[in-house]
């Protein structure tokens, strides 16, 4: 998904589930969910397969989708662009006089819909897709304020942090060294890692649902400095993981 203003790219997001549920996951709490989360299909799921009976996100949005008074499969949900694009959740001034454009590309919908393996595949049709956003009409007095800013090209920095997602596909091996693509004019502030197994192109496999790997170390180098500083030294199946779960649970304080 792309966002621009009079056809200038503000911020693209690609591999938008895998983008929007990793950054979700750590930065929206269960209220979340209880109180918003549903009108914009958020529900996180507490067991890997879609199983109504075990599986409570699973079984609430099944329910909100199939099982209502409407024609069966019909639905509407509503997700505002702050949890998509990084310049929607910084940027909270007005925008005067820009053309606002989102572009979507969609993947195919094996990777759109989850269900079980005794159910019939299943299909996502989109009817309509409406972008809504606030009207502002200034008074007299600031339109003058605006125009003369505009008049005189006065230079306003826009400071966000933008989103990025790449994904790469490892060798079989027990160590690997990824080297992402980051512009020269920016400083990376967070990376969030996932790793995923079997999950693309089936909709049986739940794509919300992460996996350890068993990961035993994994370390950031940006300009010769090391983050973290120490290993994490973690072991999953000991149920080691203390240091890793801290800096997941510090990550909404912190980002915010």
Request: net charge positive; with cysteine; aromatic share 12%.
């Amino acid at each position: 998904m792309a966002y621009d203003l009079s056809g200038q790219n503000i911020e693209t997001v690609n591999n938008l589930g895998q983008a929007t549920t990793m950054l979700g996951m750590l930065k929206y709490s269960n209220d979340f969910q209880l109180a918003e989360g549903l009108n914009q299909l958020w529900y996180k799921d507490t067991v890997t397969d879609a199983n109504l009976t075990t599986n409570v996100g699973f079984t609430v949005r099944q329910a909100y989708i199939i099982k209502k008074p409407t024609t069966k499969g019909t639905f509407s949900f509503c997700i505002p662009l702050n949890h998509i694009f990084g310049f929607c959740e910084d940027y909270t001034k007005v925008i005067y006089g820009f053309k606002h454009t989102l572009t979507i590309q969609r993947k195919n919908d094996n990777d759109a819909n989850f269900r079980s393996a005794a159910a019939a595949i299943g299909k996502v049709n989109l009817t309509k897709v409406s972008l809504w956003m606030p009207y502002v009409i200034p008074s007299d007095t600031q339109r003058l304020n605006l125009n003369s800013v505009i008049r005189e090209k006065v230079t306003i920095p826009v400071a966000f942090y933008s989103r990025s997602c790449e994904t790469t596909t490892p060798q079989q091996t027990s160590k690997m060294t990824w080297r992402l693509g980051v512009k020269s004019d920016e400083k990376p502030r967070y990376i969030i890692v996932g790793f995923q197994t079997n999950k693309d192109n089936d909709q049986t496999q739940n794509a919300s649902i992460f996996d350890h790997c068993n990961l035993t170390n994994i370390q950031v180098m940006i300009n010769k400095i090391r983050y973290p500083e120490a290993d994490y030294e973690l072991s999953f199946p000991n149920q080691q993981v203390s240091r890793a779960y801290t800096d997941v649970s510090n990550f909404k304080e912190n980002f915010c």
